[in-house]
């Protein structure tokens, strides 16, 4: 059982669309990241959220924490082609020093 | 450097052998992690070192799988008689301490003919 759902698993669309996707949880996560990986590369970090509700912007991305700090969304806005990649959540729970990742969604914003 | 080094990038090998992968962490990083990501998959931790700690293995697979890292610098990983299931790209992070944002290698891309 996967700890961190994200959906969808792939997403297409074109470019200057908005898109959210998702990152759902039954555990409780004392903190949460987003990165986005492009192929070849290793995963970047974009944000850490750690409060419950907390919303973070970053340029047209926007980032929010759930209430009870169980879920999280990424939102796009005119999304661009420079926005393609995959983008994992992940999240530690209680005391752990061990990150769970979600499985990703691909992303793919044609131009 | 300025950022996590993995060598190789890129490892062929036949099934059966041991394969070494290297990471050089951030410098003045005490913590370091090894992942394993298959093909569509999310990331798979595998160990975790932190300064002079003992490291936590539990995501080891089994134990043809053992790593390594002197103080707070370079990690190898090893893998030993490969199966065609270990093909997969090995990503190392390293992070100041635990809990703080982790900064990843690019890779090695492991394939087992």
């Known amino acids: 059982t996967q700890l961190l759902e994200q959906s969808p698993q792939f997403l297409s669309i074109q470019e200057g669309e908005n898109l959210t996707v998702y990152c759902n949880s039954s555990?409780?996560?004392?903190?949460l990241q987003w990165y986005r990986q492009e192929p070849g590369e290793g995963p970047v970090l974009l944000v850490t959220v750690v409060t419950g509700g907390e919303v973070k912007k970053l340029k047209r991305l926007t980032f929010q924490f759930g209430d009870a700090r169980k879920d999280s969304s990424l939102h796009i806005t005119a999304a661009q082609p420079g926005d393609t990649g995959l983008y994992l959540c992940a999240g530690e729970t209680g005391g752990s020093y061990i990150p769970t990742f979600g499985r990703g969604t691909s992303l793919i914003v044609h131009p | 450097g300025a950022g996590v080094s993995q060598s190789p990038s890129n490892k062929v090998t036949e099934k059966g052998k041991d394969v070494e992968l290297r990471c050089d962490p951030i410098?003045?990083?005490?913590?370091l992690y090894w992942y394993r990501q298959r093909l569509g998959q999310g990331l798979e931790f595998l160990i975790y070192?932190?300064?002079?700690?003992?490291?936590?293995k539990s995501g080891l697979p089994s134990d043809r799988f053992s790593a390594e890292r002197t103080g707070e610098s370079v990690s190898t990983l090893t893998i030993q008689r490969t199966q065609q299931e270990d093909s997969a790209v090995y990503l190392c992070a390293s992070s100041s301490q635990g809990y703080q944002p982790q900064h990843f290698g690019d890779g090695t891309r492991l394939s087992i003919l």
């Open positions: 555990s409780v996560f004392s903190s």
């Open positions: 070192f932190q300064g002079n700690s003992a490291p936590d």
């Open positions: 410098s003045g990083h005490t913590a």
